[in-house]
């Protein structure tokens, strides 16, 4: 026996684009986070944008809720269809719609993996600089809903920067166009940046305008580790002060380094290490490169290493890609509690000090790494799924961390979103505007089915 | 004999603060447009926020309009009080508040002029990158609340993308604090980029959070001209393409430089012109100013020049800054009509073919430059004011030019705002959202107390 509102859906989709198989809903049910997981009652795959607007529009009719979702690499259960209903997922509108090279542009469906993109836009000197490190599994579709950051903000700044048109189905099943193909525009007001990074809840990304740069080819890394975390930032301040133009300036603490060396059988000084990507010409990047050199030695490195050939690139790069991995591997069967707060950049040193304060005094280890260049960590509490203390103790300590860091003036999500987990830190970062979200919230989702209980669990002031 | 809310706005503050003399008045009802005159009641200047707040609560409890302005050098009326009522003259409230030079930021009151903002960043080595060409007389706050661009958007973005984070009165008088003094952050809906660029229709700027960059002490020009526009996209679009990274990219076009001629006795070739300048340091700019030439030559340019003093570089960009005065200069007694259209770069040839099609068909002179590197070009058409048929006439051409603009893909305004000017245009642009764009003016300023008459004429649907 079927809802009635299921009923509908299968009148209008054909059997290959809708489910209900316990399988498919289980597999929508979860992210990559370690919210618990919520099973929606169906699954349908649009097509294109009409497909959408249908199921929108049923939903409506319904007040059933929508969710949709990429390939749920999200850390804050962003897509997680907590009350039920129907998961849109977008990855089969997966196109490069039109490549504009003469216009640094390109039209996308939001189901195109990251990398991907870039593969085709190679192919025209072309690419997307903004992509965050999941770009190999993550939409950008998923990217734009939740404004991602990454490696290269340094330079390039975030993903909704380079976003310039947006395509969205509303929550009545209307079609709204929003930005310009023009790379400016100030016409009226500026719903597109209302629209990306609102995690699917104004509105569904149904294609995107992105705009585009040359094609790196030359790039150029260098790896300088510290005595400790306020040479590195002394270091990091240096180098953005200089005329060098980072694309990334990464840090990886003592505590992570640790991992990565157990993890990979590295030999890496476990000491708090930069690391500092370039993007140029054959001509300038040796220049350049050696310019970051000498600043790091300058700040009192105790060792630097350089690479310009994409080998030994990767290979340094190699610390960082493996952080993550190294530190769920030496914590077989435990969950991981990620934070992902900002600070501003003179705030570092006392947030990591907070941080170590916090390791020593619970007797645990917090391995912290990110995106030093703009002031974004991530730390990782790592507890014993079955052991309920554990379980809050890493959430009274992540607690405190992002106490901290909004103490210091920061963020409570710097590039995960709010989703789930971060709604009571929300709440705190922008009492004074949380009404408001609330209310636009209400101007364009009334019945509140567009992923509800995400960013705010209640609409109620 | 006052009215009840002037007896109040005079009770609550000092004469020095206030102001109903019609000299004042006068001044306060025209900017820097061919838009009619709207005097005000009254002008009002406040020293903080919490004078705004005060201004805003009589005016909520009132229900008189609310017209804040800088130095009213807006090109569209966008800071005129059409309804009457309270002008809040930012330009008191012009103090750096706190220079965060290790987090490359600085807070700022919005009355302060750009020029000035960099004069007293230049002291820690630091600058605001994206100010418009008025940021020698232009407040931070109206180009904030217009999201101005300017000529270096090419490498820097516009004026909204440096906000960090905003202080602002709502239309209630409630003080929100929106964005974050992290570098990044998704912490709910982006109400940041909803205020930037409104206009003052959605509240009032009271404090800036500016981001910064370092120092810029080295720079580099090159100047070429080419038989055609087309050509010299040609050589705008193969620098784009090239590392050579250039901070602006500016075109005049032939009409243009033929009153610059006139104007400073000069003997520039009257042809599309481009101005590239670069910024970086001593040991890279030569070999990249090189680049820019060879690139400007293969691409079929009939003369270049290059600079790297900055007095050479002051006098070839004078060819630039003198396009306005000349224009002006050529038709004494006349009203100009800006255009500030953006169309996608592939599209600048039809658009200025287009151009020149309308100036031949109605023989007159329609001079035109702007940023070619981001598709932004100002076009000017000259009327005499006492003459309706001139005036009529410059009133059409201006709509062909903006309707083929917006054929093109393009916008209506790319840094100048809606104001009073664009609003048909924007409704035409933006067709399926403006709608929401209305019910969002609504739900933040429900009196429509906040510089009403701007950017929508009426709420209605």
Not at 80 to 92: S, Y
Not at 104 to 129: R, S
Not at 275 to 285: A, F, R, S, V
Not at 298 to 326: C, F, L, M, N
Request: aromatic share 6%.
């Amino acid at each position: 026996m079927s809802l009635p509102w299921i009923s509908d859906l299968r009148a209008e989709f054909p059997l290959d684009q809708l489910s209900i198989e316990a399988e498919v809903l289980t597999k929508h049910s979860h992210d990559s986070s370690t919210h618990p997981a919520h099973l929606p009652e169906v699954v349908v795959w649009p097509l294109n944008t009409n497909d959408v607007v249908k199921v929108v529009r049923l939903a409506d009719k319904y007040a059933v809720p929508v969710t949709p979702c990429g390939t749920r690499t999200g850390l804050e259960g962003n897509a997680l269809p907590v009350n039920g209903g129907i998961v849109l997922d977008m990855t089969r509108m997966n196109k490069v719609v039109e490549v504009r090279a003469a216009d640094f542009q390109v039209v996308v469906e939001p189901g195109i993996i990251g990398t991907e993109l870039n593969k085709q836009l190679a192919v025209h000197h072309l690419m997307f600089p903004a992509f965050p490190a999941s770009a190999h599994i993550a939409t950008i579709g998923g990217m734009i809903a939740n404004n991602a950051g990454g490696m290269y903000a340094v330079k390039y700044g975030v993903v909704g920067n380079w976003v310039l048109a947006l395509e969205s189905v509303l929550a009545d099943g209307s079609i709204v166009h929003l930005g310009s193909h023009s790379i400016k525009s100030v016409a009226g007001y500026d719903l597109k940046n209302l629209m990306i990074g609102s995690e699917g809840t104004l509105g569904i990304i149904t294609k995107a305008t992105l705009k585009l740069v040359p094609l790196v080819t030359s790039k150029y890394l260098v790896a300088a580790s510290f005595p400790d975390v306020k040479k590195a930032l002394d270091a990091t301040l240096a180098i953005l002060h200089s005329q060098a133009d980072p694309a990334a300036v990464e840090m990886l603490d003592a505590a992570t380094i640790k991992y990565v060396n157990a993890f990979k059988h590295s030999n890496w000084e476990e000491l708090p290490t930069i690391l500092i990507e370039l993007h140029g010409t054959p001509e300038d990047l040796p220049q350049r490169g050696k310019k970051i050199q000498s600043v790091c030695q300058t700040q009192g490195s105790t060792s630097v290493k350089s690479a310009d050939t994409t080998e030994e690139i990767e290979a340094i790069w190699e610390v960082r890609t493996a952080a993550y991995p190294a530190i769920v591997a030496a914590h077989p069967d435990s969950g991981i509690l990620p934070g992902d707060i900002g600070v501003p950049l003179s705030q570092i040193p006392a947030f990591m000090a907070y941080v170590a304060q916090i390791a020593q005094e619970n007797q645990v280890s917090v391995p912290t790494f990110g995106h030093i260049g703009d002031g974004n960590f991530h730390f990782w509490l790592v507890y014993r799924q079955d052991n309920p203390s554990e379980v809050n103790r890493a959430k009274s300590l992540a607690a405190k961390l992002v106490a901290k860091a909004l103490e210091l003036g920061g963020t409570c999500t710097a590039e995960h979103g709010v989703g789930i987990g971060k709604q009571a830190y929300l709440a705190h970062e922008h009492a004074d505007s949380l009404q408001l979200m609330k209310q636009l919230k209400q101007v364009l989702d009334p019945k509140g089915i567009l992923n509800p209980g995400k960013i705010f669990a209640t609409l109620d002031a």
